[in-house]
């Protein structure tokens, strides 16, 4: 097992002059927990310690496990935005501060002017046909509060929330959901089975899941791994079940590793 993760924390603390008392009081890790782990003695790291670790140093969960460096610079500068930043360089404080005020209320004024409040999206049976069908019935979309419905359909054959299941197969249902910020994104819903996900997520709740290739590391996701479908949490070179008693699934040991959606959250039961 490579302990470079290990490695790299000890470096931003080093660079921030973070001590371990004190990486234990910003991330609420006990100390010795936190001992262990930096010393290379901790069998299984947790995801949430791993997280609550990244969040008190100001970096990257990424970054400590794979050390790649984040990318804060996604920007092509041209010409004159080249010269701008060469002016702005030559300014003094003062002058320096007025330009960030100018930029501001131009932002400001261009925003309201090119975006202005979009009206109630309206819907129409043709678009957002409900569905009266039993299973739409049986579930109710958790941030209901618009009366305005739309289905989406609904897988039978379910991923896993334990081992893992086939996806193959279309879907037989569809399900009735809400429309609200909530649930615009999703794409289509699956019924998963297991108690790996568990206490979040239980044997038979309804996902709702939007199209995807990827997740951040952190979130749920639903993946292929060689033909066999998961619902998971994606832990950059693994997958992490909520459930304890379930191990990781190292994603090396797959030769077909795809993520296809994700999880926005569940259908609840009426």
Known sequence: MSFDYIERIKQIKNDKKITNDELSRLSGIPLGTLSKLLAGLSDSVKLSNMIAICDALDC?????????????????????EIRLIE??????????????????????????????????????RD??????????????????????????PLYDLPVSAGIGEYLDGDAAESVSITVSESTSAADFALRISGNSMEPKYHDGDVLLVQNSEGVEVGEAGI????????????????????????????????????????????????
């Open 87 to 124: 002016e702005y360089r030559r300014l003094d404080n003062h002058g320096k501060e007025l330009l960030m005020l100018v930029a501001g209320k131009e932002r400001e004024r261009v925003s309201s002017a090119e975006y202005p409040a979009a009206p109630a999206p309206a819907f129409s």
């Open 223 to 270: 993946f292929v791994l060689d033909g066999a479908g998961y619902f998971k949490v994606y832990g950059g070179d693994c997958l992490i079940s909520l459930n304890p008693e379930y191990g990781r699934i190292m994603l090396k040991d797959f030769e077909n590793v795809a993520c296809i959606g994700k999880v926005l959250g569940r259908l609840r039961r009426r």
């Open 127 to 152: 678009t957002a046909p409900i569905v009266t069908a039993p299973i739409a019935n049986r579930y109710k979309d958790s941030g209901a509060g618009r009366v305005t419905k739309r289905s989406i």
């Open 60 to 80: 990257s969960l990424d970054f400590i496990v794979s050390g790649i460096p984040e990318n804060t610079n996604n920007f092509t500068l041209d010409g004159n």
